[in-house]
């Protein structure tokens, strides 16, 4: 049982043979479902975990008991990672009120069905105070969902997240915080950065000294610069100046192409990440995309149009609302090459795109000519 603080503790759960989160999103060193409790004169569980690890938890919160009974639920989030087990807690624990607001309870039904538990109805403001502990809640809709609430303990400045500066791993798996936060923030909440601009507003005017989410690891130092992260992300700028390229090849000369601007743009100094489209994870395709200033796509023509794995890659970022980034095309075809034409059809539909002036043309091998043309898409890449 990890100590949050003297009277808050984590009782969440790691799930470590989870392969795919939601049904999508690898997930190699698994996934942890946070929970919390706060022990005070009236004791306040937050949060439950996804039904693989309810008997796991309710382990966990017994033991965090130690013989007393609950008071409180409170339900930050009803997607059911988080909210799972709450059937299986009210059977156990039936005196203890359900804190939410009017959507968590609408949600809940669809999901549960009606639970005899008593309710607690709270709205944007309200505090439920525990004793010494003060919890205010805080409204985050479509953050991202609709019923999403954090709450904010005044006394001890903790601020439980719900799944805002989550990540993907199991807490007993020792990593970088930043590549995995990234990968989840803009594969899972990424379409709605206008909604998290208007959290972050609300979270500066509070007082933090923690953050507790419901996926990865308690926050409690720097936490400016998890923040500023988040800021990025939701305004849709880069991190960083750099570029990356993707590439989707059959025979390997398209590979080859963007294997030699990727060299180029190495040698002029400008951060580079090259991957295969064909073979590379499409959730970390994207959240690399949304690393960099710069994006060059490389793609055969392929039946009239471009690689399957291309077309939903750039599916894929219009999806999150990739923007305020510069694009550039390497194209392949034997006989019509039509490659770059149609995907800056597609980027043409995106917000604040910049293209390159240059594109890189391929007649089924590189030749002299597409030497040339890398040469000059590298030229215009590093002077942006």
Not at 7 to 27: K, M, P, R, S
Not at 188 to 212: E, N, R, S
Not at 341 to 367: G, L, P, Q, W
Request: proline share 3%; with cysteine; glycine share 6%.
């Amino acid at each position: 049982m990890l100590n949050v603080t003297d009277d808050i503790f984590y009782i969440g759960v790691d799930d470590t043979d989870l392969d795919l989160f939601e049904g999508q999103y690898a997930v190699p060193n698994g996934i942890s479902y946070n929970s919390y409790i706060c022990i005070d004169k009236k004791i306040a569980v937050l949060d439950t975990v996804d039904k693989r690890k309810t008997c796991e938890w309710l382990k966990n919160l017994e033991c965090a008991l130690n013989g007393a009974q609950p008071d409180y639920l409170i339900i930050s989030h009803v997607e059911p990672d988080h909210a799972a087990s709450i059937p299986a807690f009210v059977e156990k624990y039936p005196s203890a009120v359900l804190v939410g607001n009017e959507k968590t309870f609408a949600m809940i039904k669809r999901f549960f069905g009606e639970l005899s538990a008593e309710k607690l109805i709270v709205k944007e403001g309200d505090t439920l105070d525990l004793g010494k502990h003060k919890l205010t809640f805080v409204f985050a809709p479509m953050v991202h969902w609709p019923e999403v609430m954090l709450t904010y303990d005044k006394t001890v400045k903790v601020l439980f997240s719900a799944d805002a500066f989550g990540k993907f791993g199991a807490l007993s798996h020792e990593e970088n915080w930043l590549d995995e936060a990234r990968r989840y923030y803009i594969n899972i909440v990424g379409k709605y950065g206008v909604p998290v601009q208007t959290l972050l507003k609300k979270a500066a005017a509070l007082d933090i000294k923690t953050i507790c989410p419901l996926h990865g690891p308690v926050l409690k130092d720097n936490l400016g610069y998890y923040l500023e992260k988040y800021d990025l992300w939701s305004s849709y700028r880069p991190e960083e100046n750099g570029v990356l390229i993707a590439y989707a090849s059959v025979y390997g000369n398209t590979a080859c192409a963007a294997e030699m601007l990727f060299n180029e743009l190495k040698s002029r100094g400008l951060k580079t990440e090259l991957l295969d489209l064909s073979r590379h994870d499409g959730a970390y395709a994207v959240a690399s995309a949304f690393r960099y200033s710069k994006l060059v796509i490389a793609s055969i023509t392929y039946d009239g149009g471009i690689m399957p794995c291309a077309e939903t890659f750039i599916n894929k970022l219009k999806a999150k609302n990739f923007s305020n980034r510069t694009i550039g095309f390497i194209q392949n075809g034997s006989w019509a090459p039509v490659a770059a034409k149609v995907m800056r059809t597609a980027f043409e539909s995106f917000k604040s795109i910049t293209f390159c002036e240059n594109t890189v043309t391929v007649n089924s091998a590189i030749d002299v000519e597409a030497q040339k043309q890398i040469t000059a898409v590298a030229e215009e890449l590093t002077q942006q």
